[in-house]
């Protein structure tokens, strides 16, 4: 009886070296990047699972992350499908995600953030750009007429003049109905200069909730203007005459 116990204590104790050795911390690192294109993506959220410890990958798409060796790590990012891995010794990890198209539908950019678009209490239209270059005109703000509910387009009808465009009235401090035009973060009095065949999308933000964030210069409302980029592929040439 006294040799079982014996064995048994240590199997026991083998059972717990065993079991510590393979929940000892490791050391994780590895680089996330678009499963479509194959980039970098920057400021990913690489976190333990079931605690709030984690981090961040830098200006590569690299992170580095001490965890337990038997612990589940989850990748998330806006716009992309989050994953859990789980780490299973291994000190080397890179995650691809998948773009979350349907998702993204659904996210409105803030100022200082991103909200579900059902739970933004402003008023926010977006229109595409594509929808406006199907209108024959040389500006961009005539092509949004009859596109937004609430806004209103006057064209005065002379060559090259700018149409007018009211969105919260004529009692404003500027004494005017000119709305603030914000060309991928940068502010304009007009837009002009902007071919509407670059318009990527509009986004008309109405109300003073929307377009708080602004100050006074949003006192008749903002435009929000995404132009087009660069993508990966083939080069498309497009031939459009007025």
């Known amino acids: 009886m006294k040799r079982i116990y014996t064995i048994s204590g240590l199997l026991l104790l083998f059972t717990f070296f065993s079991t ?9 690192k590895g ?4 499963a479509k294109t194959g980039e970098t993506l920057i400021g990913v959220t690489v976190g333990i699972k079931g605690t709030t410890n984690g981090a961040q990958t830098d200006a590569n798409g690299n992170y580095s992350l001490s965890v337990a060796s038997n612990a589940t790590i989850t990748v998330s990012y806006i716009g992309y499908t989050s994953v859990d891995v789980p780490v299973n010794g291994r000190t080397t990890i890179d995650v691809k995600l998948q773009s979350a198209t349907n998702e993204l539908q659904g996210v409105v950019v803030i100022g200082y953030g991103t909200q579900r678009k059902v739970d933004v209490t402003g008023s926010i239209a977006t229109v595409k750009g594509a929808d406006v270059a199907k209108q ?8 949004l007429q009859g596109k937004v509910a609430g806004v209103q387009i006057v064209n005065a009808g002379a060559p090259g003049s700018t149409p007018d465009i009211t969105i919260r009235g004529l009692g404003t401090i500027y004494g005017n109905t000119k709305p603030l035009f914000v060309v991928d973060g940068v502010w304009y009095d007009n837009i002009d ?50």
């Open 20 to 28: 510590a050795l393979f929940a000892q911390n490791v050391t994780v």
């Open 31 to 34: 680089k996330v990047t678009d």
């Open 136 to 143: 024959a005109s040389p500006n961009a703000i005539s092509g």
């Open 193 to 242: 200069f902007l071919n509407p065949q670059d318009i990527e999308s509009f986004s008309v933000l109405k109300d003073a909730s929307s377009t708080a964030i602004y100050g006074i210069r949003a006192a008749n409302g903002v435009v929000l203007i995404s132009t087009k980029r660069g993508a990966k592929g083939k080069p498309v040439i497009n031939y459009n005459v007025l």
